[in-house]
């Protein structure tokens, strides 16, 4: 890119000269002066291409510095050397040179040139100054078309010196002599009117140029003075709208080879530097653009990647970098504002093909990636990170995806992936392939998982492992149907060829339809009997609380219970070598073998007399009265035992009350009362006995004594 692709020069030269010689007083001659210009200037193809061995060139003189029509044209092939530079002769292509009518008009004339390639618009016209005058005056042997002779003037009688004297005062007075006015030393001449030159406000020494000083402090320094921001000391202005149409610089190097460009487009408005130095002519690019503050590097680009707070990008594209800025750490931020939904992001993009024809992206590309690097002893260690990658090729309605998230073990050097999300939004730990909602997979250690809360006393968190089941979708939800599984934590275990059934389990079944109010559940275990693979229940849990064992199942498939523990089977309780006790609430033994040593107790007493009130018990055959009280879940068989009413009478300690006034008896207690009635019918036994020894003792003697 460039600003003007040709650099021209206009050295005004002095007409080749014909021979001029005077004949006679009364004949004048002279051969015609050919009307030519010598151009010198360098060209540089718009296209960045090097410039042709020969090169055609069209060559039009204006009246206007801008717009207007050529005045005069003419096209040339001209020879170009391997740096661009060219002379060439306007006006060569004619016999005679330029038309002296071009210049019929004194006022300045523009001369403007266009290379005929590709790509190509002409250049900034330049001013002919001095070469008008020049073409003028070689139109002196004519004398304005007419030969000298035509200009002398007749002898007069008597009055030809006062006549040729007038005439020539006439001549002179007509002539104004172009003025020199006075200057000062070192600064360029300028045109003060259109004929008479004094000093500009350019000056120079050596070699340097100053605009508004005396004392430039480089080659061309320019000073002024203003504060309304309408000035900046240096403009430049393409006034072609082209695609290709640039202002801005160039620079070469050393060597006169163009290194970089920087300017402005007219057409897209984009403000481009371009940095083309090579390591050797048409060899690889290796210039560098480098932005500092207080001489440190805040912003370097070069073919490796861009850097920031840094001069060596380690990889292509960007690094952002505290080794030049003294920060403690590297830091990328993204802020957002505004009264939306927006945030900040950063974005990562994939896609086959080019950037000017993309192609899809396939199964197994990686789209995008946030890794971290360390530095290990002598280089930069392995990527460790989170990549989200294809998992189908894409379509326009297809673009599945997974995230994975990659650590290295501690001893080792090999990134492994721990943690992915599947397209299916399954997570998958220590397996990149989940098999449900989530799996936790471990090689040589306990796949554990655990969660960990700790009070504090004002947030009383739990460790919790929830499971949730809705009807509908979850956008739509709808209530939980009655026999629903709402959670559940199950074992599988794999056989010869894969993993089977399910072996265990344990679930939470919905035993209503709920709503808002009522959301009625049971809790089931399950397992599979050995030499089989189906999983059976085994044990429920109902909403009630109470605890079936093998029982029968309820509509959901849950044992049910109709106390709080029912068992469908033999009990068994107790340790090796011993038998268990089962207790009452209040810890008394109701059966079993339970704790009853001497040392444990104290307050001991006996019972009082209780064989009258034991013999006062009626037992009773009955009936449960089971569909007035079906919440009793009573049996409806005919049974037997005690009516608690009864029994209060006459042992109301065996009695108790619950809360809606129903009467239950402590059937526990009855086996120890026997004991006492028992006893207490041995004693009464034992006196009785006593009074009948005594009494066959007494017959005895009678007995005895009547047959003496």
């Not at 721990?418 to 040589?444: H, L, Q, Y």
Request: hydrophobic share 40%; aromatic share 8%; charged share 15%.
């Amino acid at each position: 890119m460039r600003l003007l692709s040709v650099v021209s020069s206009v050295i005004v030269v002095a007409l080749s000269a014909g021979a001029v010689s005077a004949q006679s007083a009364q004949s004048l001659s002279s051969e015609p002066v050919p009307r030519v210009v010598t151009i010198t200037g360098v060209f540089r193809p718009a296209d960045r291409q090097p410039a042709g061995r020969f090169e055609t060139v069209t060559l039009s003189l204006y009246a206007e510095q801008e717009g207007g029509t050529p005045l005069w044209q003419e096209r040339q092939t001209i020879a170009i050397d391997a740096q661009g530079r060219y002379s060439l002769l306007l006006g060569a292509t004619h016999p005679e040179g330029i038309p002296a009518a071009v210049f019929g008009d004194p006022a300045a004339h523009w001369i403007g040139i266009l290379f005929e390639r590709p790509g190509e618009v002409e250049g900034r016209r330049t001013l002919l100054t001095s070469t008008p005058y020049a073409i003028r005056a070689a139109d002196a042997d004519t004398l304005g078309g007419l030969p000298a002779s035509a200009y002398l003037l007749a002898p007069k009688t008597g009055s030809g010196h006062a006549a040729t004297t007038k005439s020539t005062a006439a001549a002179q007075s007509d002539v104004s002599a172009n003025v020199v006015l006075p200057g000062t030393a070192n600064f360029l001449a300028k045109y003060a009117n259109s004929a008479d030159i004094g000093a500009s406000g350019v000056f120079e020494t050596a070699g340097a140029v100053g605009i508004g000083t005396t004392t430039p402090l480089d080659r061309l320094h320019v000073r002024y003075d203003n504060n309304t921001g309408q000035f900046t000391g240096y403009a430049v202005q393409n006034t072609n709208g082209g695609a290709l149409a640039y202002s801005g610089m160039l620079f070469y190097d050393h060597t006169n080879t163009l290194t970089q460009f920087q300017g402005y487009n007219n057409s897209t408005h984009e403000y481009r530097i371009n940095n083309i130095a090579r390591v050797a002519p048409g060899g690889a690019f290796n210039g560098t653009i480098n932005f500092m503050i207080g001489g440190s590097s805040r912003f370097f680009a070069s073919i490796f990647g861009v850097g920031i707070g840094t001069t060596a990008p380690s990889a292509p594209g960007l690094e952002v970098s505290n080794a030049l800025s003294g920060a403690a750490y590297g830091y990328i931020a993204a802020s957002t504002y505004g009264n939306n939904t927006f945030g900040s992001g950063f974005v990562g993009t994939k896609a086959r093909g080019t950037q000017g024809a993309p192609a899809a992206v396939q199964n197994g590309d990686t789209i995008a990636e946030f890794a971290g690097v360390g530095r290990a002893a002598t280089h930069p260690g392995v990527d460790n990170g989170m990549v989200v990658t294809a998992v189908e090729n894409y379509t326009d309605t297809a673009m599945g995806t997974s995230l994975s998230f990659k650590t290295t073990k501690r001893g080792t050097h090999t990134p492994l992936t721990a943690m992915t999300i599947d397209d299916a939004g399954n997570v998958g730990i220590g397996t990149g392939f989940p098999n449900g909602g989530m799996e936790v997979s471990r090689a040589g250690n306990d796949a554990v998982v655990t969660t960990t809360t700790y009070k504090d006393g004002v947030n009383d968190t739990l460790p919790l492992f929830l499971g949730r089941t809705a009807r509908g979708t979850q956008i739509a939800p709808t209530f939980t149907f009655h026999g629903d599984l709402l959670g559940g934590l199950v074992g599988q275990g794999y056989g010869a060829t894969g993993f089977g059934n399910l072996a265990g389990a344990m679930g939470v079944l919905a035993e209503e339809n709920f709503t808002d109010t009522a959301n009625g559940a049971a809790l089931a275990f399950a397992v599979t009997p050995v030499g089989t693979t189906d999983l059976s229940f085994a044990m429920g849990l109902q909403p009630s609380g109470f605890l079936g064992v093998g029982t029968p199942l309820d509509n959901n498939g849950v044992p049910s219970a109709t106390d709080r523990l029912q068992v469908f089977g033999d009990i068994r309780v107790g340790t090796t070598g011993t038998n268990g006790c089962i207790k009452g609430f209040g810890g008394a033994a109701l059966a079993g073998t339970c704790s009853s040593d001497r040392r444990f107790k104290k307050d001991i007493t006996p019972f009082d007399h209780l064989l009258d009130r034991v013999a006062a018990l009626q037992p009773v055959h009955y009936s449960w009265r089971a569909d007035e009280f079906p919440a009793r879940h009573f049996g409806n068989g005919q049974t037997y035992g005690l009516v608690a009413q009864d029994v209060e009478q006459v042992l109301p300690e065996l009695v108790a009350t619950d809360s809606d006034g129903f009467k239950a008896v402590d059937y526990s207690a009855l086996p120890l009362l026997t004991i006492q009635a028992v006893k207490e019918l041995k004693s009464e036994n034992d006196s009785l006995k006593q009074r009948l020894a005594e009494l066959e003792r007494q017959m005895t003697e009678l007995l005895a004594a009547s047959r003496r």
